[in-house]
C-alpha cells in the first residue's frame, strides 16, 4: 500500500543527494588568492582567482584569470579522501559574495561567544560590469579601452571589511564604526586576538584596488569588533612599508611578520625582505622590535608562502612562495621550511617530510586543524616562467610525524612519538599465542595421564561415586 507521508519522505531525500552531488559535481575548486577560515568542524572556502582557459575567446593578454564570489565548504567532521573532497558549494545561498574577491585577509572571531568571519581588504571586482565588457566588441577590440574599463570594475566599493554569518551564511554590513579605517589595499598582515581585536598592519593600493599608483603601507591599525571601533596605532621603531609579509600571532600577544615586499616611496619597486629580520609587535606594550634568526641555511626572500604556529608554540611551519619578484614569480627555496623559535636567535631549517607532498605552491591557504595542516589550492610555481597552472588539491601534513597523508580522519593520526604500531594486531598475535601454548600444554598433560578428569571418567560407576570428590 503506498505510505505517502513515508515515500514522499524518501522523495525528498533522494532529491536532497541529488542536488548535493550536482552542487558538488559543477563545483570547479582550482583557485589561488582565495581565503579559507575554519568555523567548528568545517572549513570554508571563499573567493579567489582562476586563470582564464586558452579554449575562451575572452582570453587575452590583459584577460588572464577571473575573479570567483564562490563559497563552499568541506567538513572536517568526517572521514574523507584527498583524491576526492566532499565539498559543499553555497554560492546558490545569501553566502556567495557580493563581489569577485582576491588577495584579502579572512579571521574568525568577534564580541565573546560569537564565530564570525571578518574580511579585510583585498581586490573587489564587480563581475556583472566585467561580463558586459567580455562581450561588448567595441570595447574587446581595442586593447587601451579595455584596460581603462576593466580598471573601473574595481570601484564597486570603498569599503573595507566585510562581515559574514557562517550559521546565518550571509553578508551583513558593518554599521556604526567609529573611528577612521584604513585606505582601502590588498595584501595586508592581518591577525585577530582571543579578545577580538584585529590587527592590520601594512599592504598595498594600485589599480586593482583602485588607486592610480602603486603604494605600500607600513601603518598599524587595530579594530576592536565589540565596540567596533579603528584606532591607529603611532609607535616608534615601525618597519618599512610593505605588503604580503605573513603574520603570526603568538600565545604571549606578539606578532612575529615574516617575508614580504618593501618599498622606499609611493609609485616605486618594491623589494623583497629578508628573511632573517623577522619584525614583532607587542600587542601587550605596543612597541616594535626586531629578532635576526641564525643564518644555518640560505633562506630565499619570498612572496606568497604561509606560515603556520604549532601546537608546541615553538616551531612555525612555512610553506611555498614565489621568489624573484622583478622577474618571474618564480618557485622559493627551500619550499618547506621549519622556523625554530623556541630560543634565541631563532632559527632555519629545511622540513624534511614524507609520503605525497604538494608541488611548488603559492598564494595557497594553510589552516591548522587537529593534528593535520591542510594546504589548499594556490598557483604551481616553477623555475623558469610566471606561474601557468593552478592547484586544484588539498594536501593534509599529519603535524606528529611530518607525514604527508592523504585520507582525513577527524582525531586521529596515523604515527606516535615511534614507529607506527597497530596495538590491536600485536595484542591479537600475543593472545593468538598464550592459546596455542595452552592447548599443547593441555594435550601434552593428558597424554601423560596427569589431568585426571577423564580418568576419572573411566571409573566404574561405583568406584566414581565414592571417589566423586577427587573427581571435581
Same mark, same amino acid.
Given at each position: 500500500m503506498w505510505n505517502l507521508k513515508e515515500n514522499s519522505s524518501k522523495i525528498i531525500f533522494l532529491i536532497t543527494i541529488f542536488i548535493i552531488k550536482i552542487s558538488i559535481a559543477s563545483l570547479v575548486p582550482d583557485r589561488a588568492g582565495h581565503v579559507a577560515v575554519i568555523i567548528d568542524d568545517q572549513i570554508v572556502f571563499m573567493g579567489g582567482s582562476r586563470f582564464i582557459p586558452s579554449t575562451n575567446p575572452i582570453k587575452s593578454s590583459i584577460r588572464v584569470y577571473n575573479l570567483s564570489d564562490e563559497?563552499?565548504?568541506?567538513?572536517?567532521?568526517?572521514?574523507?579522501?584527498?583524491?576526492?573532497?566532499? /565539498?559543499?558549494?553555497?554560492?546558490?545561498?545569501?553566502?556567495?559574495?557580493?563581489?569577485?574577491?582576491? +588577495? =584579502?585577509? $579572512?579571521?574568525?572571531?568577534? #564580541?565573546? &561567544? *560569537? +564565530?564570525?568571519?571578518?574580511?579585510? &581588504?583585498?581586490?573587489?571586482?564587480?563581475? @556583472?560590469?566585467?561580463?558586459?565588457?567580455? @562581450?561588448?566588441? !567595441?570595447? *574587446?577590440? !581595442?586593447? @587601451?579601452?579595455?584596460?581603462?574599463?576593466?580598471? +573601473?570594475? /574595481?570601484?564597486?566599493?570603498?569599503?573595507?571589511?566585510?562581515? /559574514?554569518? #557562517?550559521?546565518?551564511?550571509?553578508?551583513?554590513?558593518?554599521?556604526?564604526?567609529?573611528? *577612521? %579605517?584604513?585606505?582601502?589595499?590588498?595584501?595586508?598582515? *592581518?591577525?585577530?586576538?582571543?579578545?577580538?581585536?584585529?590587527?592590520?598592519?601594512? =599592504?598595498?593600493?594600485? $589599480?586593482?584596488?583602485?588607486? %592610480?599608483?602603486?603604494?605600500?603601507? !607600513?601603518?598599524?591599525? $587595530?579594530?576592536? @569588533?565589540?565596540?567596533?571601533?579603528?584606532?591607529?596605532? !603611532?609607535? $616608534?621603531?615601525? %618597519?618599512? #612599508?610593505?605588503?604580503?609579509?605573513?603574520?603570526?600571532?603568538?600565545?604571549? &600577544?606578539k606578532i612575529l611578520y615574516i617575508g614580504g615586499v618593501s618599498q622606499t616611496q609611493p609609485g616605486a619597486d618594491a623589494d623583497l625582505i629578508d628573511m632573517n629580520e623577522i619584525p614583532v609587535f607587542d600587542t601587550n606594550s605596543l612597541t616594535w622590535t626586531y629578532k635576526y634568526t641564525n643564518q644555518s641555511i640560505l633562506v630565499q626572500s619570498r612572496i606568497a608562502h604561509t606560515a603556520t604556529l604549532m601546537p608546541n608554540n615553538n616551531e612555525i611551519i612555512i610553506i611555498g612562495g614565489n621568489s624573484n619578484y622583478h622577474f618571474h614569480l618564480t618557485t622559493a627555496s627551500p619550499v618547506f621550511l621549519s622556523l625554530n623559535i623556541a630560543k634565541e636567535p631563532y632559527e632555519y631549517s629545511e622540513l624534511i617530510t614524507s609520503g605525497d607532498k604538494p608541488l611548488p605552491l603559492a598564494v595557497h591557504t594553510a589552516n591548522l586543524y587537529q593534528n593535520y595542516l591542510i594546504i589548499a589550492f594556490g598557483n604551481i610555481t616553477n623555475n623558469l616562467t610566471d606561474p601557468s597552472e593552478i592547484n586544484s588539491r588539498i594536501y593534509l601534513l599529519d603535524i606528529q610525524c611530518k607525514t604527508w597523508v592523504t585520507n582525513f580522519t577527524p582525531g586521529k593520526s596515523i604515527c606516535n612519538s615511534g614507529p607506527r604500531i597497530d596495538i590491536g594486531f600485536v595484542v591479537s598475535i600475543i593472545l593468538g599465542g598464550i592459546i596455542v601454548v595452552l592447548i599443547i600444554a593441555v594435550v601434552i598433560l593428558y597424554k601423560m595421564g596427569i589431568i585426571g578428569f577423564k580418568t576419572c571418567r573411566e571409573q566404574p560407576r561405583e568406584k566414581r561415586d565414592h571417589d566423586d570428590e577427587q573427581c571435581h
Open positions: 563559497v563552499f565548504s568541506l567538513s572536517l567532521s568526517s572521514q574523507f579522501s584527498t583524491s576526492n573532497p566532499p /565539498y559543499v558549494d553555497l554560492s546558490d545561498t545569501s553566502a556567495r559574495m557580493k563581489f569577485g574577491s582576491e +588577495k =584579502g585577509t $579572512a579571521v574568525l572571531g568577534g #564580541p565573546t &561567544g *560569537t +564565530k564570525n568571519v571578518y574580511l579585510i &581588504g583585498g581586490v573587489q571586482q564587480n563581475l @556583472t560590469r566585467l561580463n558586459e565588457i567580455d @562581450t561588448n566588441l !567595441n570595447i *574587446t577590440s !581595442n586593447q @587601451t579601452l579595455m584596460i581603462e574599463e576593466i580598471n +573601473k570594475t /574595481y570601484d564597486m566599493t570603498n569599503q573595507f571589511v566585510f562581515f /559574514y554569518q #557562517p550559521y546565518g551564511k550571509s553578508w551583513l554590513n558593518l554599521l556604526d564604526q567609529k573611528g *577612521t %579605517p584604513p585606505a582601502r589595499r590588498r595584501s595586508t598582515s *592581518t591577525v585577530i586576538n582571543q579578545k577580538g581585536i584585529i590587527y592590520i598592519f601594512g =599592504g598595498r593600493s594600485q $589599480a586593482d584596488t583602485g588607486s %592610480p599608483i602603486f603604494i605600500c603601507y !607600513n601603518d598599524l591599525y $587595530a579594530f576592536d @569588533t565589540v565596540l567596533l571601533l579603528w584606532n591607529q596605532i !603611532n609607535v $616608534a621603531n615601525v %618597519p618599512s #612599508p610593505r605588503s604580503h609579509a605573513v603574520p603570526v600571532m603568538l600565545p604571549n &600577544g
